[in-house]
């Protein structure tokens, strides 16, 4: 199914981010993760692009198709292009196409210090206006609630946002954040500028202290008060930290789904136990 298509119905729609096996890792191991997170009936699941380690490119495309085909769930294939030439997104293009992938979250992909970026792609607005012209994919983009790192300006990102937008953007998934009122002024602020595809919120459950203090200093994420006391007081207690940080992530879901956001992606992390957890104490606010 289309992304765009499980809007349609006004619910708010649940969606997970997986990561593909890292570089040493099996496929095999993904089965594991995707046993766990089927069961909970996911709108859809997305699958990130050489994040996190993984080898890029081949198990992205695999595991996207997998999860429509063994698993009947709806699945997104994220894809960077900032390294691509076009001769590399056309093989691409090709090889989704033959594995029946019918989403794609298109992005830039970070700048690498020690990487000279190809220059066929600048913006993730390039590589839809370049792929829309050659398939029938449908596509999603990011979009960033305290802005991208790289722009200064929020009301600038959001002109930025406007244009991967009008270059076919049909769907918008945010940038974790452990703040909800920025995410309400960035919808404010994106209705107002006439972007009016499903935007969903990214949440990032806090279940580990280290892990979250690497990632936000990487994407700038404002900490409320709430959030930094609970990090001071039980950073140091493993268990104490993942029932903080699950429950944490369950109140910004009701919270968002009482404000009527289109939907929430929960980045898993691969952990079908804390998606679990969250899950299960926000499905009858999700569904309703
Ligand atoms: P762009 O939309 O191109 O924006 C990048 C910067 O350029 C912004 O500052 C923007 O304001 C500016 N800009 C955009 N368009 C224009 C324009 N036309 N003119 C001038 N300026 C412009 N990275 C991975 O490597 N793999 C992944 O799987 C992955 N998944 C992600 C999933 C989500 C939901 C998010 C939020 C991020 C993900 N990332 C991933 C990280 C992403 O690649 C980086 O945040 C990257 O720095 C920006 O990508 P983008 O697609 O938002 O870029």
Do not use: W
Not at 203 to 227: W, Y
């Amino acid at each position: 199914m289309r992304i765009p298509e499980l809007f349609k119905s006004g619910k708010t729609v649940l969606s997970f981010e997986i990561f593909p096996p890292k570089k040493d890792g099996s496929i095999d191991t993904v089965y594991k993760t995707l046993d766990g997170l089927s069961d909970l009936h996911p709108d859809f699941i997305s699958v990130t692009y050489g994040a996190g380690g993984s080898l890029p490119g081949a198990s992205t495309r695999e595991i996207t198709s997998i999860i429509k085909e063994k698993y009947h769930t709806t699945s997104i294939a994220h894809l960077t292009c900032i390294n691509s030439t076009k001769a590399d997104i056309d093989r691409i293009i090709e090889e989704f196409t033959e594995s029946g992938i019918e989403n794609v979250l298109a992005l830039r992909g970070d700048l690498m210090p020690d990487v000279e970026p190809k220059h066929d792609f600048l913006h993730a607005s390039d590589l839809i206006s370049y792929m829309k012209a050659r398939s029938n994919i449908s596509f999603s983009g990011a979009c960033y609630p305290e802005g991208h790192t790289e722009c200064d300006d929020l009301d600038e990102d959001i002109d930025n946002l406007k244009i991967k937008v009008d270059a076919g953007a049909e769907h918008l998934i945010s940038q974790l954040f452990f703040d909800n009122s920025a995410f309400y002024r960035f919808l404010d602020k994106a209705r107002a500028k006439g972007i009016n595809v499903p935007i969903e919120a990214g949440i990032m459950p806090c279940v580990n202290a280290n892990s979250i203090k690497r990632m936000i200093t990487m994407c700038g994420a404002s900490l409320p008060e709430k959030f930094t006391k609970l990090i001071a007081r039980y950073g140091e207690k493993p268990e104490a930290m993942r029932d903080a940080g699950i429950a944490y992530a369950a109140d910004q879901i009701i919270d968002l789904a009482a404000h009527g956001v289109d939907g929430v992606h929960l980045y898993t992390m691969n952990d079908p136990f804390i998606a679990r957890r969250i899950c299960e104490s926000v499905s009858s606010v999700i569904k309703s």
